[in-house]
C-alpha cells in the first residue's frame, strides 16, 4: 500500500512539474536568442510570440539574431515597441514609420497567426520595413471592433 501512495504521489508530483514547466511564459522580449518558439513563415527571420496581461508581443529578428522591430497587438489594435535596429520602420494600421525611406517592391510574410500578419520589405537604403496589420474575416464584425486590415 506504501508503494501505491508513493508512486501516485510521485506522479501527481511529474504531472503537476509538467503543467508548470507548460504553462511558463515564453521570456526574453528585446533579445537576440530569447527563451521564446520560433515562429517565423520565412526561413530568413525568426519571430517570437510573448503574451502578457491580453497583449501580445511579436518580434521579428534577422538570421543573426539581430532584432528588427516588435509590436504589440490585442483586440485588433497595435502599437510600435521601441526595440529593434529598425523600430523606426515598423508600420501598424494606427502608426505610418517614423522615418520615411523608399520601399522596395517586394513584401515577405514573417509571420501570420490568422489574426495578425507581419511583413518585412527590404528598403533602398539598407533598412527594413516591418508592416503589421491585422486580418479580420468579417468586415462587419471588423468595422464594428473597429479593426483595421486586409
Not at 19 to 44: F, H, I, R
Not at 48 to 60: C, K, L, N
Request: negative net charge; hydrophobic residues 40%; aromatic residues 6%.
Amino acid at each position: 500500500m506504501r508503494l501505491l501512495i508513493r508512486a501516485v504521489f510521485a506522479a501527481s508530483i511529474a504531472v503537476a512539474t509538467g503543467t508548470a514547466l507548460a504553462a511558463t511564459p515564453a521570456t526574453g522580449l528585446g533579445q537576440s536568442w530569447p527563451n521564446a518558439s520560433d515562429v517565423s513563415t520565412n526561413p530568413n527571420f525568426h519571430v517570437y510570440v510573448f503574451a502578457m496581461g491580453g497583449v501580445e508581443y511579436i518580434q521579428v529578428n534577422d538570421l543573426n539574431g539581430n532584432v528588427l522591430g516588435s509590436v504589440g497587438t490585442a483586440g485588433g489594435q497595435f502599437i510600435t515597441l521601441p526595440i529593434g535596429r529598425f523600430a523606426q520602420q515598423v508600420v501598424t494600421p494606427s502608426q505610418p514609420a517614423a522615418a520615411s525611406t523608399d520601399a522596395a517592391p517586394t513584401a515577405t510574410t514573417v509571420y501570420n497567426d490568422g489574426t495578425t500578419t507581419v511583413t518585412a520589405t527590404p528598403l533602398s537604403d539598407g533598412t527594413m520595413r516591418l508592416n503589421a496589420m491585422g486580418i479580420c474575416p468579417d468586415p462587419i464584425t471588423c468595422s464594428m471592433k473597429g479593426i483595421t486590415g486586409q
